[in-house]
């Protein structure tokens, strides 16, 4: 298993070429900041993570974390609260939060390369952070200022972790359905009462206390997701000074066993065994869902991320097997000599797959954390608005793709093995195990689908798509003026960007007459849609590449790899589009041509 390196160079490529580093740093919010000091952040960040955190990926995955039924307390593996302690007290976790709240005041984007850095490291201790990350963002957007004041700066800091507390037995996908209860006492607090499953470090032993967020119904909340409210309940109580006190009445009474993500506590809790959980409510009562709503570009953007990180890991591993292992003898080499089997088109095919799709997710991803800056601090109102609706669009797009191609390049780093592959020792399967969660949580990707159909392609009387759809077709310019060096990448992405046109006018027509129809396409259309706009952002990073060839400036090497790998990616990944159109329109019909009865032979 190769030791994981965080790949600087191609992070530098993205944030110098596809998105404007130089722009975000002008914004008043930035101003204390500049790309260089970005850069060496990244690369210290990358430093410590590759020697502190990165090692300990597997003896997670070996060791687990492990609750103490006794307790109720959860031990993490070896050498996690160390790390974590080290990654507080170099203050990590504070880099893009706002200053006034104890913050580095970078741009989302400088905190997304370092989570891709984390994530890549060790999937199970990101966690932590990313889900304090989460609740964070909530307290800012809804909390009150005494909240903010009193929870947020320690959560910046790393001292109290957070969590999100949405899911119930009968409450996953439909979060409506949830059933803890929060009783309004006359002193203005609540007391929560109820059961929440798979609570990511609900319980650990690495922060001093766990601020949890907690969706819950009042006594005459209206049923459904109107009903649903937010509530912080600290599992210390603090004062006003934020000195800890009493134990609340939130306990994990047990963790889950699970496939992958090891080392990650993912724990049922229970509130108000002995009565009640101190709970404090965020905004007003039954606007929890919507405060939830304006958290997801972040969150779901954040769980694409985990995609990438994984599949980098993956393909470092995959990229020095396949140099090492010898088998066979690669067409054109001496005869009685094995060859690595790097050597052999097959294996190749697979390394390609996995380069091309891990640079056209991280362009994707960083291209959507400038957006998100964009939308929170461009100076000028109508391009913030603009580019929050963008950012809405791309966001089912960020989590459904990157995560699913997280699965599928592990996957692809598990056949590159051969039969080690499939051995634990091998450290490869860890990469597949853990992967697999992120097109679950955070929104399953059938959801993600359905969001992109049903809400995102209707926003604005579907002005937003278009835009989306001219920018793509607004690169055929510069794509021409390449010349033959990109005129492969120009016709597939030409012809891709029709079919998608055509589809996307489809799937909207039908969607306003009969949802149904377009419901039932949703998950080919979701990656039609993904691929089209990945093939763009390959495109682009060919145009930037070739730039960069004729200037004569940046590794002319690595430039031509660049190119090479778009129009491997335009040539034989974009074009599954066109066989995604049956599918699509396939139709509701065809899925419920059969009876539930009749799945059984
Ligand atoms: C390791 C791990 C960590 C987690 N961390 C957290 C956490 O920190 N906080 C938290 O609150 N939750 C957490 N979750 C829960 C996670 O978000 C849910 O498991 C997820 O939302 C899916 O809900 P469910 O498991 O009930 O599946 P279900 O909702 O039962 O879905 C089952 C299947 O049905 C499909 N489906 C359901 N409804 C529809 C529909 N309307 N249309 C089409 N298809 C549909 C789904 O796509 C899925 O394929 C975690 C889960 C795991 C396993």
Redesign the pocket.
Same mark, same amino acid.
């Given at each position: 298993m190769a030791a994981y390196r965080p790949p600087l160079q191609d992070i530098r490529f993205v944030l110098d070429e596809l998105v404007d580093l130089d722009e975000l740093c002008q914004f008043e919010s930035f101003k204390h900041v500049d790309p260089d000091s970005i850069h060496t952040a990244i690369e210290e960040f990358a430093r410590w993570t590759a020697e502190v955190v990165a090692p300990l990926n597997r003896i997670g995955d070996l060791e687990g974390a492990v609750h103490d039924p006794e307790t109720n307390t959860v031990r993490t593996a070896p050498g996690f609260a160390d790390a974590y302690a080290q990654f507080r007290d170099a203050g990590w976790g504070a880099v893009p939060f706002e200053a006034d709240y104890g913050g580095g005041g970078f741009p989302w984007l400088a905190g997304i390369v370092m989570q891709e850095i984390m994530s890549a490291a060790n999937l199970s201790l990101s966690m932590c952070p990313l %889900?304090t990350q989460g609740a964070i963002d909530m307290l800012m957007a809804h909390g009150s200022e005494a909240q903010r004041e009193l929870f947020v700066p320690r959560m910046v800091t790393g001292q109290w972790t957070g #969590?999100?507390?949405?899911?119930e037995p009968e409450a996953?996908?439909?979060v409506g359905a949830l059933r803890t209860k929060a009783v309004p006492q006359p002193d203005g607090t609540y007391r929560i009462t109820g059961t929440?499953i798979?609570? #990511?470090f609900g319980e650990h032993d690495m922060a001093e206390n766990i601020i949890h967020l907690v969706l819950a119904r009042t006594p005459d909340a209206p049923p459904g997701t109107k009903g649903i409210s937010c509530f912080i309940v600290p599992k210390f109580l603090v004062d006003d000074d934020g000195n800890l006190g009493e134990r609340n009445d939130v306990a994990c009474v047990s963790i =889950?066993h699970?496939m992958g993500?090891k080392a990650?506590p993912?724990c049922v809790m229970s509130f108000g065994d002995e009565g009640g959980a101190v709970g404090y409510l965020i905004g007003n009562e039954n606007e929890g869902m919507r405060y939830m709503f304006t958290m997801m570009n972040n969150a779901r953007l954040s769980v694409g991320l985990e995609g990438l990180s994984i599949a980098e890991r993956a393909y470092q591993d995959a990229l020095e097997y396949a140099q090492e292992r010898k088998q066979g003898r690669a067409v054109g080499a001496a005869a009685g000599v094995q060859s690595p089997i790097i050597e052999h088109a097959d294996v190749r095919r697979m390394l390609l797959l996995m380069k091309s799709i891990i640079e056209a997710m991280r362009a994707l991803v960083y291209t959507q954390a400038e957006t998100i800056d964009m939308a929170n601090h461009h100076p000028d109102p109508e391009l913030r608005q603009y580019k929050q609706l963008m950012a809405e669009l791309l966001t089912p797009v960020v989590k459904g793709w990157c995560t699913d191609m997280g699965v599928e390049v592990t996957s692809l780093a598990v056949q590159i093995y051969g039969g080690m592959g499939y051995i634990e020792e091998s450290g490869v399967p860890q990469h597949y195990r853990d992967a697999r969660?992120t097109p679950?949580? =955070?929104? #399953?990707n059938?959801?993600q689908a %359905?969001d992109l159909v049903m809400r995102k392609l209707p926003l604005k009387g579907g002005e937003v798509v278009t835009e989306h759809l001219s920018l793509i077709a607004m690169l055929d310019p510069a794509l021409l003026r390449g010349g033959a060096q990109l005129a492969s990448i120009r016709s597939n992405l030409a012809e891709a960007l029709t079919t998608l046109a055509d589809t996307t006018h489809w799937v909207m027509a039908e969607g306003a007459t009969d949802p149904r129809q377009a419901m039932a396409g949703a998950t080919p259309y979701l990656r039609m849609f993904s691929l089209v706009t990945a093939g763009a952002l390959m495109a682009k990073t060919a145009l930037h590449a070739a730039e960069r060839l004729d200037a004569g400036t940046g590794d002319a090497d690595a430039m031509r790899a660049k190119i090479a790998t778009a129009t491997f990616f335009c040539a034989q990944v974009l074009p599954q589009v066109h066989g995604l159109v049956a599918p699509v329109r396939a139709g509701h019909d065809q899925l419920f041509a059969i009876g539930v009865e009749q799945f059984a032979h």
């Amino acid at each position: 298993m190769a030791a994981y390196r965080p790949p600087l160079q191609d992070i530098r490529f993205v944030l110098d070429e596809l998105v404007d580093l130089d722009e975000l740093c002008q914004f008043e919010s930035f101003k204390h900041v500049d790309p260089d000091s970005i850069h060496t952040a990244i690369e210290e960040f990358a430093r410590w993570t590759a020697e502190v955190v990165a090692p300990l990926n597997r003896i997670g995955d070996l060791e687990g974390a492990v609750h103490d039924p006794e307790t109720n307390t959860v031990r993490t593996a070896p050498g996690f609260a160390d790390a974590y302690a080290q990654f507080r007290d170099a203050g990590w976790g504070a880099v893009p939060f706002e200053a006034d709240y104890g913050g580095g005041g970078f741009p989302w984007l400088a905190g997304i390369v370092m989570q891709e850095i984390m994530s890549a490291a060790n999937l199970s201790l990101s966690m932590c952070p990313l %889900l304090t990350q989460g609740a964070i963002d909530m307290l800012m957007a809804h909390g009150s200022e005494a909240q903010r004041e009193l929870f947020v700066p320690r959560m910046v800091t790393g001292q109290w972790t957070g #969590t999100m507390n949405l899911t119930e037995p009968e409450a996953g996908s439909d979060v409506g359905a949830l059933r803890t209860k929060a009783v309004p006492q006359p002193d203005g607090t609540y007391r929560i009462t109820g059961t929440k499953i798979f609570i #990511t470090f609900g319980e650990h032993d690495m922060a001093e206390n766990i601020i949890h967020l907690v969706l819950a119904r009042t006594p005459d909340a209206p049923p459904g997701t109107k009903g649903i409210s937010c509530f912080i309940v600290p599992k210390f109580l603090v004062d006003d000074d934020g000195n800890l006190g009493e134990r609340n009445d939130v306990a994990c009474v047990s963790i =889950e066993h699970k496939m992958g993500v090891k080392a990650s506590p993912t724990c049922v809790m229970s509130f108000g065994d002995e009565g009640g959980a101190v709970g404090y409510l965020i905004g007003n009562e039954n606007e929890g869902m919507r405060y939830m709503f304006t958290m997801m570009n972040n969150a779901r953007l954040s769980v694409g991320l985990e995609g990438l990180s994984i599949a980098e890991r993956a393909y470092q591993d995959a990229l020095e097997y396949a140099q090492e292992r010898k088998q066979g003898r690669a067409v054109g080499a001496a005869a009685g000599v094995q060859s690595p089997i790097i050597e052999h088109a097959d294996v190749r095919r697979m390394l390609l797959l996995m380069k091309s799709i891990i640079e056209a997710m991280r362009a994707l991803v960083y291209t959507q954390a400038e957006t998100i800056d964009m939308a929170n601090h461009h100076p000028d109102p109508e391009l913030r608005q603009y580019k929050q609706l963008m950012a809405e669009l791309l966001t089912p797009v960020v989590k459904g793709w990157c995560t699913d191609m997280g699965v599928e390049v592990t996957s692809l780093a598990v056949q590159i093995y051969g039969g080690m592959g499939y051995i634990e020792e091998s450290g490869v399967p860890q990469h597949y195990r853990d992967a697999r969660i992120t097109p679950i949580y =955070e929104g #399953t990707n059938g959801i993600q689908a %359905l969001d992109l159909v049903m809400r995102k392609l209707p926003l604005k009387g579907g002005e937003v798509v278009t835009e989306h759809l001219s920018l793509i077709a607004m690169l055929d310019p510069a794509l021409l003026r390449g010349g033959a060096q990109l005129a492969s990448i120009r016709s597939n992405l030409a012809e891709a960007l029709t079919t998608l046109a055509d589809t996307t006018h489809w799937v909207m027509a039908e969607g306003a007459t009969d949802p149904r129809q377009a419901m039932a396409g949703a998950t080919p259309y979701l990656r039609m849609f993904s691929l089209v706009t990945a093939g763009a952002l390959m495109a682009k990073t060919a145009l930037h590449a070739a730039e960069r060839l004729d200037a004569g400036t940046g590794d002319a090497d690595a430039m031509r790899a660049k190119i090479a790998t778009a129009t491997f990616f335009c040539a034989q990944v974009l074009p599954q589009v066109h066989g995604l159109v049956a599918p699509v329109r396939a139709g509701h019909d065809q899925l419920f041509a059969i009876g539930v009865e009749q799945f059984a032979h």
